[in-house]
């Protein structure tokens, strides 16, 4: 690991004077994911400013019926939270499948939006990857590539975006809220992740000097019909071949409202706007749901060793419809 000074922030302003006194420096939240990469000598900052000590821990029911989320509330937090359990049940069951106890119990909110790939080849300083050293090459497209992408991947990265919880919070319509000494703006969630192109090292839509202070996630009250479901190879501690965060209203056999968002087949959550359109105000029917999963995975396009995740999340919007449209939500 390399030396890096150690800075904790007293205030926003204080963090924000920080992190632009030092042009190599990271916000360090909960760390669960940033001293891990120190450790492999991939994220090599040379100052950290601490901001566990701001006031970002809280979560708030707003009069408009929407939720602010602190930036450093925990993620085991977040998910034990009645108005999340109750109001947004997808986003509980996506943390929970996430990571271990202990982990939960450390990891942020707004560090699980900057959470990097666990892409083998990323991890692996004899692999050629375009995310770690930009213009070197990615190793995964001929190599080894099960857990890659199959949606929205470009000639030059096709690593997939690791988080569950993001991919619920895409499903939400969520705004992320960030702060910088000239300015404080909102970025929807849906955008704030960005997809490779020519440039995977750029992971988000974040401008130097700007930090997360909140998610917001507006009322939804369909999303009271919502579950969050994650095809893995393990019961346990592992990331998503394919997930799914999923609400579905029905009324008299009426889709009502809908949201779909996958996780485990892209760089970001994938938000299936495709199958959202095909089933809004449609009858909640099998051959529908099958229509709406062929609509949302037409772009897709497997490699060597993933193509079977094309399949694989057709069947998982199917089977998470039906039972959504069933009153199945757990």
Not at 210 to 220: A, G, H, Q, R
Not at 306 to 319: D, G, H, P, T
Request: with cysteine.
């Amino acid at each position: 690991m390399k030396n890096f000074d150690y800075n904790r922030a007293s205030s926003a302003s204080d963090a924000l004077r920080l992190i632009e006194s030092c042009a190599a420096s990271k916000f360090l939240g909960g760390g669960t994911n940033l001293v891990d990469l120190m450790r492999e000598n991939i994220e090599e900052p040379a100052a950290l400013v601490d901001i566990t000590g701001l006031p970002l821990r809280d979560i708030e029911e707003n009069e408009d019926g929407s939720i602010s989320i602190g930036a450093s509330v925990r993620n085991s937090a977040l998910a034990a939270h009645p108005a999340i359990r109750h109001r947004y049940p997808l986003l509980s069951q996506a943390i929970l499948h996430g990571a271990s106890g202990q982990i939960r119990n450390m990891a942020t909110v707004g560090g699980n939006l900057m959470q990097r790939t666990r892409c083998c080849y990323f991890y692996d300083h004899a692999a050629n990857c375009n995310k770690r050293t930009p213009g070197a090459g990615c190793d995964a497209i001929h190599g080894f590539n099960r857990m890659h992408a199959i949606l929205g991947a470009s000639s030059s990265c096709i690593a997939t975006h690791p988080s569950d919880m993001c991919v619920a919070l895409a499903a939400l319509d969520a705004t992320v809220e960030v702060e910088s000494r000239r300015s404080r703006r909102s970025i929807p969630f849906t955008t704030f992740h960005r997809l490779p192109e020519d440039t995977p090292h750029i992971e988000t839509e974040l401008e130097p000097g700007e930090l997360i202070t909140s998610i917001v996630i507006p009322k939804l009250d369909a999303a009271r019909h919502s579950v969050y479901r994650k095809v893995r190879d393990r019961s346990s501690y592992a990331f998503a071949l394919v997930s799914i965060a999923a609400v579905l209203e029905v009324g008299n056999g009426l889709i009502r409202a809908v949201r779909i968002a996958f996780g485990g087949v892209a760089h970001k959550p994938w938000r299936a706007y495709p199958a959202e359109e095909l089933l809004e105000g449609a009858a909640a029917t099998s051959e529908n749901f099958q229509r709406a999963a062929d609509a949302a995975l037409a772009g897709a396009e497997g490699f060597e060793h993933n193509s079977f995740k094309i399949e694989l999340a057709k069947r998982l919007i199917v089977s998470t419809l039906a039972q959504l449209s069933a009153g199945g939500t757990k």
